[in-house]
Structures are given as structure tokens and as C-alpha cells.
């Protein structure tokens, strides 16, 4: 695709429930990375995946944020037992190797009530 | 660990003029990167501008420019002939060789007409 895009753009769902967010990067980019944004704040890393190897999982939160990433497609990130302080847009971008520029989508936006 | 500070949470200008928006970082790694973003309120991150840190020369992007001073470890943007269409969120960033980037917390900026 042209870009990077993310789906849903927008997501409510209610404390204790699991929610699935989905990230489709730019073709051919081997990195993809997952950043949290709450409100009126900067990014925060959460995770990153470089092709083949281990992802740098140490931006993640706590044990009930999850990601995969199959080869270098599609990305799932899943958050278990939501709580209201999950509630933040999430974005996703990727590059083309590391250390290149990175391309971002319009992010998920996460409600937790 | 990296830091990217940014001290001025919200600025305006008038359409036509020049404004400078501040940001400070720390980074022990000796090659690094250093970034612009933009956040319009459609949530889409938008890169304004970057600078390798080997470069001695500041970054120019037709009107944006910026002021790197590696000792200082200083980065400012300076946006000439300011717009409408400039009113966002810029966020400066850095990105080292661990490949995650860096945000600093943002300056809301607001072109009045």
C-alpha cells in the first residue's frame, strides 16, 4: 500500500475485555515499531521488530501487552483485561531497515470505560 | 537512556512570520539522529525535517530549518513565512542505535491569521 495503516481507527471497549489492534506497515519495510500516545503527551516506545530477530519488547508496559508480527507483514497488538489507563492512541510505523526514517500511521484510538 | 526535552508546551505566530521552537536531548551514544515531527489534529505523524549528528551543516526543508548544536545538545526548529496549514503538534525526537525513537512531550504551535 501507499502507506502505513492501522485498524480500527477508533475503539471502545469496557475494562477487563481484550482488544485486538492491527497494524499493515508499507511493503518491503523490515522494522515495525508500536508506540502509546495519551493524551496532550509525546510517544512512547513500546515495542519494535526487525525482520526475523527477537523484538525489543522492553517498552511494554506490563505483561498484559502482547505483539506478533509474522515475517515482515501484518502486525497484531493485543492488550489483555483492559484498564482505563490503557486508554491512548496507538501507533504503529515501520522503515524500510532500522535507523531509517520512520513512516507512521493515523493510529488507533483506544477508549477504555 | 535517551531524554528529549521540549520546555515551551504551547506558541503562537502570526501567518508570515518566524517562530523557533526549543528542544534539548541527552544521549550517551555518539551516533544518533535527530527529528521534527509534526501532529495535525487528524493524528498523522508527519516528518518535518532530520539531522545525523556526524553533520556539521543544519538541516534545511524549504521553510523549516534547524539550529543543531551538538555541544549544547541543542536542536531547535525555525519555521520562516509561517502558515495556516502549520498549526499542529511538533514533536522533536531522537533516534539512536537502539532504534526506538525518543519523543519529547510536544509545543502545541498556532498560526493566527
Known amino acids: 500500500g501507499a502507506g502505513v495503516s492501522q485498524s480500527p481507527s477508533n475503539k471502545v471497549t469496557e475494562k477487563g475485555k481484550d482488544v485486538e489492534l492491527r497494524c499493515d506497515p508499507i511493503s518491503g519495510h523490515t522494522a515495525l515499531y508500536w508506540y502509546r500516545q495519551r493524551l496532550g503527551q509525546g510517544l512512547e516506545f513500546l515495542i519494535y521488530?526487525?525482520?526475523?530477530?527477537?523484538?525489543?519488547k522492553s517498552g511494554l508496559p506490563s505483561d498484559r501487552f502482547s505483539a506478533e508480527r509474522t515475517g515482515e507483514s501484518v502486525s497484531t497488538l493485543t492488550i489483555q483485561r483492559t484498564q482505563q489507563e490503557d486508554s491512548a492512541v496507538y501507533l504503529c510505523?515501520?522503515?524500510?531497515?532500522?535507523?531509517?526514517?520512520?513512516?507512521f500511521g493515523p493510529g488507533t484510538r483506544l477508549t477504555v470505560l | 537512556a535517551q531524554t528529549v526535552t521540549q520546555s515551551q508546551p504551547e506558541m503562537s505566530v502570526q501567518e508570515a512570520e518566524t517562530v523557533t521552537l526549543s528542544c534539548t536531548y541527552d544521549?550517551?551514544?555518539?551516533?544518533?539522529?535527530l527529528f521534527w515531527y509534526k501532529q495535525p489534529p487528524s493524528r498523522q505523524m508527519i516528518l518535518v525535517i532530520r539531522?545525523?549528528?556526524?553533520?556539521?551543516q543544519n538541516a534545511t526543508e524549504n521553510r523549516f530549518s534547524v539550529n543543531f548544536q551538538k555541544a549544547a545538545k541543542s536542536f531547535s526548529l525555525k519555521i520562516s513565512d509561517s502558515q495556516l496549514g502549520d498549526t499542529a503538534m511538533y514533536f522533536c525526537a531522537s533516534l539512536s542505535s537502539g532504534s526506538r525513537l525518543t519523543f519529547g512531550e510536544g509545543t502545541q504551535l498556532t498560526v493566527n491569521p
Open positions: 510505523a515501520s522503515s524500510l531497515w532500522r535507523d531509517n526514517e520512520q513512516f
Open positions: 539531522q545525523e549528528a556526524y553533520k556539521q
Open positions: 544521549t550517551s551514544e555518539s551516533n544518533y539522529y
Open positions: 521488530f526487525q525482520g526475523n530477530s527477537a523484538p525489543d
